[in-house]
């Protein structure tokens, strides 16, 4: 295990012992802000919606500044990693070390990947990569759960067509080429009813069994198997006690598809429902809490073929993906962009999360040989 290595592996241990739920990311971003600081990246800062910025300057683009030749096309390269994690604040964030397996919740999803940002600039440096294209690294807010991917639609709002390309790493992906972004369309759904007592009212709707009601018909639904097209209740609440008719609950739903088509068609199909379920003494209303744009890039894609030489190079089969990330936004305006992993591992978003140490080697110098290609290396 090179050096390197060692360092990348011990920084994402650091970087997990920060807790990071969705939209309490501060003192994360604080401890990259401090690294993209002490590794002497320009114009470090952080935007309004949480994100980390650190500017990797390219020696010859700095040369065809200052000597008039810059060209126009010289556009960045941006590479992303997501700060925040699935898990509260009050989680444990022990870590358990095995011969080849390092355990700790979040610690592929993401700290591997943020730790990446760094093993990306050490390797490039040790290399003494030149280019004409500067990178921008970006540690983001709010990629998981309600976070609606906020973080990088900052992102994608700063920066736009003027990148060349959007490259997201997620610390548990190794061998996969995430190219297509998967639509998600998520609702909170709520019933209210007049409630009463258990016995002296039966009779009176209770808001849990209309739900139940609902659920039952949201599972009957046909869904496409091509393209894949999924539904979840992931979470229901509701009543008050156990002899009380319930006159409140509510439900989370998530809708997903790889063809923007037919997760229009299933919403539409969904909302139907939604309102049929109103009747006399009892009103279902549906809000929007999360809506991940589709898109994707061609397979035949410079970036995508390159992506599967470079994985191929360190002995690992590339395996083309859909997945619903960061990659969402950029590919849904039309940019280019990817995914790509650092390490292989699993158990994401348990407490049996981990990462297999063994393969972080040859993840990073897939990821190096990528970048160098991507921003024209020489020397």
């Known amino acids: 295990m090179t050096n390197i290595t060692q360092r990348l592996i011990e920084l994402a241990i650091q970087i997990q012992q920060i807790p990071a739920p969705t939209f309490h990311e501060q003192a994360r971003a604080e401890f990259v802000r401090g690294l993209f600081e002490r590794e002497g990246l320009s114009d470090v800062t952080i935007d309004e919606a949480g994100n980390v910025y650190g500017r990797w300057t390219a ?31 009050e989680m444990d964030l022990s870590v358990q070390r095995e011969k080849d397996k390092i355990y700790g919740i979040g610690i592929g999803d993401n700290s591997m990947g943020v730790a990446a940002l760094f093993g990306l600039l050490w390797m490039l440096r040790e290399r003494n990569a030149h280019s004409i294209r500067d990178i921008w690294l970006v ?52 019933a209210q009813t007049q409630g009463g007592h258990a016995w002296s009212d039966f ?73 049929a379920a109103n009747s006399f003494g009892v009103r279902v209303e549906a809000e929007v809490i999360g809506s991940r744009p589709a898109g994707s890039l061609p397979a035949e894609h410079p970036l995508v073929r390159l992506a599967q030489k470079c994985l191929a190079e360190q002995g690992i089969e590339p395996v083309l993906t859909a997945g619903s990330t960061d990659a969402n936004v950029p590919l849904s305006r039309g940019y280019p962009a990817l995914v790509l992993g650092v390490t292989q591992g699993g158990g994401a978003h348990t407490k049996n999360e981990f990462i297999e140490t063994g393969f972080v080697e040859k993840g990073m110098e897939g990821l190096v040989r990528f970048v160098e290609s991507v921003i024209g290396k020489q020397g």
């Open 139 to 190: 540690a983001n807010t709010a990629e998981e759960g309600l976070g609606d991917l906020r973080g990088m639609k900052a992102v994608v709002d700063r920066f736009g067509s003027d990148a060349l390309a959007y490259l997201v790493l997620e610390g548990l992906a190794l061998g996969h080429v995430y190219h297509r972004a998967v639509g998600v369309r998520r609702y909170r759904i709520s």
């Open 59 to 89: 020696k010859d683009g700095q040369q065809m500044i200052q000597s008039g030749k810059w060209k126009a096309e010289s556009k960045p390269l941006i590479i992303s990693a997501h700060l925040d994690t699935v898990f509260p604040l």
């Open 203 to 275: 009779g009176q709707p209770s808001a849990v069994v209309e739900l139940a009601k609902l659920v039952v018909q949201l599972a009957a639904l046909k869904l496409p198997s091509k393209p894949r097209t999924t539904i979840n209740v992931g979470k229901i609440q509701g009543g008050t006690s156990i002899n009380t008719i319930p006159a409140e609950a509510w439900l989370e739903l998530d809708l997903r598809s790889e063809g923007q088509a037919e997760l229009a068609k299933l919403i539409a199909g969904v909302e139907r429902l939604i309102e």
